[in-house]
């Protein structure tokens, strides 16, 4: 148990819908990451945080937004879902923004039907 | 541009066999270079940080090294359980960039 928490573990929505996915940080971490994997893809990095505030973007679509709240959990929006969308979304966290090692979370799987 | 490649894509190794898989990286200002294992439908598991050239780190089965330009992840001996793909990953600035991965089956 690497002690990052992600709710929920799975979803399925439909196409067009918007979704809320959850990430509880370890205790004591500041930093939180966010990842989409998809079958055919490694991990892509979409956004990170670091004590509420953003600290670097990767290919995160419009489309997508996050945000890190006072007590550091994280949630990742997600908005007019396409099928292209359903992917594992992971979330990590890290004790500071310096070179320490990130812990993942397990997971949620979006489905788009 | 950043890029982080590992090879083999594939390996399967029987069970004893040892191997190495390969973590090549062009960063500018690397800050780390880590190493992940990942069960299918799992979140990636920490496994280790190497900071500068020269690095080892070992647990267990396994030994990561690292140089100005690659790091290394030897596996001595394997057993089944080895079974997984393993992640390199490296931080420049705010981000890590991965690679894609090695997926590693051992035959018992």
């Known amino acids: 148990d690497s002690g990052v928490t992600q709710t929920p573990k799975h979803l399925i929505t439909a196409t067009g819908q918007r979704v809320t996915l959850r990430c509880s940080p370890r205790?004591?971490?500041?930093?939180v990451y966010w990842y989409q994997q998809s079958l055919d893809q490694g991990l892509q990095f979409l956004i990170h945080?670091?004590?509420?505030?953003?600290?670097a973007k990767g290919n995160i679509l419009e489309r997508f937004s996050a945000q890190q709240f006072p007590d550091l959990h994280s949630e990742l929006n997600l908005s007019s879902l396409e099928l292209g969308d359903s992917a594992l979304y992971f979330c990590?966290?890290?004790?500071?923004?310096?070179?320490?090692?990130?812990?993942f979370g397990q997971g949620t799987r979006l489905t788009v039907v | 541009e950043d890029q982080v490649t590992q090879s083999p894509e594939a390996l399967r190794l029987q069970e004893g066999e040892s191997s190495s898989l390969n973590c090549s990286y062009t960063v500018s200002g690397l800050r780390g270079l880590f190493w992940y294992r990942q069960d299918p439908g799992k979140g990636p598991e920490f496994l280790f940080t190497?900071?500068?050239a020269g690095e080892e780190k070992e647990k267990e089965r396994l030994k990561a090294t690292l140089t100005k330009k690659e790091s290394f992840l030897h596996i001595t001996a394997p057993k089944p359980e080895d079974s997984a793909t393993y992640l390199c990953?490296?931080?420049?600035?705010?981000?890590?960039?991965f690679g894609t991965g090695t997926s590693l089956t051992v035959i018992p």
């Open positions: 990590a966290s890290s004790h500071t923004q310096g070179a320490d090692e990130a812990f």
């Open positions: 945080y670091y004590n509420g505030e953003e600290r």
């Open positions: 990953a490296v931080k420049t600035g705010n981000q890590f960039y």
């Open positions: 205790s004591g971490d500041l930093s």
């Open positions: 190497l900071y500068s």
